[in-house]
Structures are given as C-alpha cells and as structure tokens.
C-alpha cells in the first residue's frame, strides 16, 4: 500500500518561492531513496533532486542553488524547497521513492503531481 501524495504547486511569479510536500505511507521513508522529477507537456520527465537512504543529494544542474531536497522521517514526507524560480521551471512535480539514480526507470512508485506555473 504504497502511496506518495505531493502538494503545494501553484502559481507562482519569477523570483518566488514555493515548498512542494510529498506525503508517503506504506514504507519507511528513510530506507528508500527519494526523487523529485518535472515533466512539462510534451516533454521527457526529468529527475529535479534526488536524495538517498543516507541523505546523499543530487540536483540537476538548472536547479541547484536554488532547489532544497530534505526529508522529515518523522512525518514520513518528503520536501523540495524551491526558491528564485524561473518559468522554465513551470512543469508538473512528481515525487517518487526507488533506488538512488538519476534515470526514471528506477523509481518504483510515484505520486500524482503537482503542476507549477512561474509566469508574470
């Protein structure tokens, strides 16, 4: 009964700010790696961040310094802070548990997503 639950999209103008949640039941979160991915119409879903079992983070390069990846195991939910956003970042986030990689394939369980606009 795994299930991943994102939030907090929405519309948002250059330069702001949005925290996305993923909510997760079923697993521990701490044991499985965790990603976000974005995918835009149209367009191949790409990993945004990424964070291992034991806390090791990746982000893609037109993300990192402005994007957070972190976990509260606690709450057993996941979080990307986004900050300085761009309208290139406009996609729907997913967030998804697997193996720790860069590629989609090893991510087995995903959310529904959550769409992100950046416009003026």
């Known amino acids: 009964q795994v299930q991943l639950v994102e939030s907090g999209g929405g519309l948002v103008q250059p330069g702001g700010s949005l925290r996305l949640s993923c909510v997760t039941s079923?697993?521990?979160?701490?044991?499985?790696?965790m990603g976000w991915f974005r995918q835009a119409p149209g367009k191949e879903r790409e990993l945004v961040a990424a964070?291992?079992?034991?806390?090791?983070?990746y982000y893609a390069a037109s993300v990192k310094g402005r994007f957070t990846i972190s976990r509260d195991n606690a709450k057993n939910t996941l979080y990307l802070q986004m900050n300085s956003l761009k309208p290139e970042d406009t996609a729907v986030y997913y967030c998804?548990?697997?193996?720790?990689?860069?590629?989609?394939?090893?991510?087995?369980?995903w959310g529904q997503g959550t769409q992100v606009t950046v416009s003026s």
């Open positions: 079923g697993f521990t979160l701490n044991t499985y790696a």
């Open positions: 998804a548990t697997g193996r720790y990689a860069i590629i989609s394939e090893y991510y087995d369980y």
């Open positions: 964070i291992s079992s034991g806390g090791d983070t």
